[in-house]
């Protein structure tokens, strides 16, 4: 039996080694790296105008109290990558009127696109037909609806470290508390843009299991940032440090959305039932297909239906048959016959 064959056999039979396979299969079948991308790149060009209208903000509300800065900077906006160091020094950056206006109209484009890629992500992960998605208008609504959502985690974060940092104080039992805080939140915070960001939303009990994952990969890359800005940036001359800080937070934002698209791809193929994969589908056509092969190609190919009277039938025909080995004669058998009785007319010597 060649190994491969023993290898599949065992993933098709034990869910913890094949549920996995199954999820990084839908994730290059969903092409998970540019969805990914898409979001990251949208994340990107709303940051920098945020930066400048939060300092812009800073500088004016919160001039002469530096102990509310310094708060808001021990926040979670605080530990975000660069933002937290930016703000740690916030006339660092200007805006006057006319920034403040452009800042805005450039935060409210990439947020608007970060939100967009988001839902476009979502529905084809679940795999929900394009006649189904909401149209432009609808869709941007619900962007806001998403943007919404995110901006309460923001303030219900900030609100945590307050609370904690003010009137509790629990020693090195702090920090901790501060991060489960934070995780939970989270949890919620994803839970509800993963059910806003398809068209039906899933229920709780669906996704779930996604926003933990991402809540908990979320405060680990969030804890990898700063341990990056204290020891790559901080250290950094003014030029390189330019660099490092974009590449940086390019990065960081490129893993933060391939976290949250595989967690949604934990989701979907969880509760479709898209698993166990055969070994070599990506590979080959010559396999045999499982349930969750099927099941994930047909759905694949529906949620490109774009009318609500176009049909679309997915079958699947069996793999073409071996061709049969034709056997290779004997090398012996293809000599020339001896004649064991001789030549005519000649007698045997024995006889």
Known sequence: M?????IDRIQRRFPPLGFPIAVIYKFFDDMGSYLSALI????????????????????????????????????????????????????????????????????????????QAFQ???????????????????????????????????LATTALNSLLGTYFHFGALSGWLIELGAVLINVVVFGLAFRLGTTSPEPWHSVLPGAVIAAVLWQVLQRASVTYVRHVIAHASDMNGVFATVLGLLAFLYLAALVIVLS???????????????????????VNLTGGDKRAYAGQAEATRTKGFEEIEVTFRPPPPEPEKKSVPDPEDLADPVDVAGPKGVPDPEG
Do not use: C
Not at 2 to 6: Q, S, Y
Not at 55 to 66: E, I, N, Q
Not at 127 to 151: C, D, I, M, W, Y
Not at 271 to 285: G, I, M, Q, S, W
């Open 2 to 6: 060649p190994k491969n064959n023993l």
């Open 120 to 154: 476009y992500a979502a529905n084809t992960v679940w795999q929900v037909p394009r006649n189904e998605r909401p149209n432009p208008l609808k869709a941007r609504g619900r962007s806001f609806l998403l943007l919404g959502t995110v901006g309460l985690g923001l």
């Open 40 to 115: 990251a790149y949208y994340t990107f060009v709303s940051l920098f105008p945020m930066l400048l209208l939060a300092t812009t903000v800073l500088s004016l509300v919160l001039d002469g109290h530096p102990h509310l800065q310094q708060r808001l900077i021990d926040s979670a906006l605080g530990e975000f990558p660069v933002v937290g160091h930016q703000l740690s020094v916030p006339h660092g950056l200007s805006g006057g009127g006319v920034g403040v206006v452009l800042s805005v109209l450039a935060m409210l484009y990439g947020a608007l696109g970060a939100a």
């Open 264 to 286: 949604m791809e934990i989701d979907a193929v969880r509760v479709k039932k898209l698993y166990p994969r055969a070994l070599l589908t990506p590979f080959t056509d010559d």
